[in-house]
């Protein structure tokens, strides 16, 4: 028999009890890098591998997996399921692996530690594994790598986070190597000085089970943190003209939104600029500051749909902080990062807008956490995606770039299609034939809204509405219209609106990937 075709000298009990070190030892390491987000706002696994690989999933497929799913929430729900499972079992694959080294070193008569029982190769070949697989994860990782959730971007971040990354491994290794130990028996003198095998696997079994215990609690108030509460919450219902901002709806692509704090906030405008500059908040709520009210909608916004808002915000010109760095000739792009990683970029042209704004207040209170705390860009006329939150960099550039969406293959056109929709009454039960009043929104982007018409004869004929908040050229109108209805049964509604340029609403039926839906509101209205 040659050589290598010998007879595996590691025993299968041996790699059983290496698997359940692992497993063991990836518990203990998902408990470190937990508690580092917890506390430390330091990014997992699970986020960056999201973050990672979002990106690349093209449109058409990201909405079938939504649609598979059921919603956004659910995707990342399995997501973050899928790497913790991955964890456990490429621990308990180590584990294995560890294990069988470990025993052919024996069986060759390697020199162990006496007292550790830690044979010294084991430790080289376990420490050269962990630093190859940081080195691996960091590359991968790079561009995330940069942003801190608690704010101050750059190498800060980079330090932090990827020493978080390090220390979860390094605990994890050092876990498999002790339980491993703790776990195997041995045969009579080989077994280290020390307590018997049963009080060791008693001992570590107890540990195992307080890491258990300790990794379900800190996995669930992470979760009570995290955005599976309020991500995709709709803005549906009695439609007020400035949406309260509990009830203004919320897209976000984190599994848990940054916590920056303001006093460690900054904000950097750099790139293809003559002189970069930074400014802390103290700094730009001491700008001269713009009140302006604005709608915002997210490009997935279905027809009908409640992604939707209006809100008064409060911020500075982009504009003025632009000109004070001065863009380079050539500039075309500028690129906003937030603090979750999370980048979007406009031309230049429009980030020089007068309407463009660094907000930091809405209806006159701090930006709430999920929408931007302390700060975020506000475009009127571009998709929500556009107004990027957290944002703390804003990098000018003299080549078109690609924000995070962007890359999915949204877009390229991201201006806020014309669009109108009824909100009230819902006709979940049939109403009386009575007169009854109708309402909803219109917007037109940055365009305005110059007239809303309804038909109640499934587009035979229209009606014009009454604007009943005209609202700015910068925000959505809402409408209403009387319907005096002659019969009992069904009566198929739809409403259609004209922006201020006077251009129609298109209304061919188009979704919301990639450009933004298009399409005519149609509701069933029963009566009788
Ligand atoms: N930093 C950051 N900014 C972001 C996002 C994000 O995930 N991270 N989501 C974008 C999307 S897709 C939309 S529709 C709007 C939603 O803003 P809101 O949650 O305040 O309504 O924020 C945009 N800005
Ligand atoms: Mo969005």
Redesign the pocket.
Known sequence: MPPDMEEDPATPKARRVGALSGLVAASVGVLVLALLRLFLEVPSPPELIGDRLGARVPVRPFLDLIGIFGSYGRLKAFSVFSVLFGTLVLGAVAGAAYAGMLERHRDRGVAVGARTGVSRRGVVVVGFAVWLAWLLSVAAFWPLLASYDRGAPGRTARTVNSGGLLLGMVVAATTLVLAYRSLISRPEGQEAAGRPVGRRALLAGGVGLGAAVATGGVLQRLYARSTFGYDGQEYNGAIEPVTPIDR???????LVDPEVRRDAWQLEIGGDVVQRRVYDFEAISGLSPVIQEST?A?ISNPVGGG?M?NAVWKGVPLRQLLEEAGPKPGVVDVVFH?A?G?TDTFPLEKAMDETTLVAYEVNGQPLPR???FPARIIVPGLY??K????VNRIELSTSQEEGF?EQQGWGPNFVVNTQSRFTAPVFDQPLPVAPVVLSGTAFGGDRGVSKVEVSVDDGATWQGATITYPGSRLTWSLWSYTWVPTRPGEHRLVVRTVDGGGTPQVSEDRTSGPEGATGLHRIVAMLG
């Open positions: 203004f709806y919320v897209v976000t692509q984190n915002l997210c992604l808002s937030g979750d999370y999920r929408h931007g929500g995606e107004n990027v939150k957290w969406y």
